[in-house]
């Protein structure tokens, strides 16, 4: 397998494991609980102890239709 230059040294097959992850996480979020996340970041992104990727931080998270609510009230 290919290999990433730098500090870390992950293989491609990994990374792209784990961006897969990011995004099926992200899909679920959006489509099964209608959540934006709002600050997807690597800080964010955690790993279990079997390496799956898990995504954390949920401070900044909305529901756009509540933010579209939000707006007309204004």
């Known amino acids: 397998l290919l290999s990433i230059d730098g500090p870390a040294g992950f293989e491609l ?5 784990w961006a897969f992850q ?4 992200l899909r679920y979020l959006h489509r099964q609980r209608g959540i934006v996340h709002g ?6 992104l955690l790993l279990n102890h079997d390496w799956n990727l898990k995504i954390a931080d949920f401070g900044f998270a909305a529901n756009p239709a509540e933010l579209n609510r939000c707006v007309l009230a204004l």
């Open 13 to 17: 097959e990994i990374i792209r494991t």
């Open 39 to 44: 600050d997807i970041k690597p800080g964010n």
């Open 22 to 25: 990011v995004l099926l996480g």
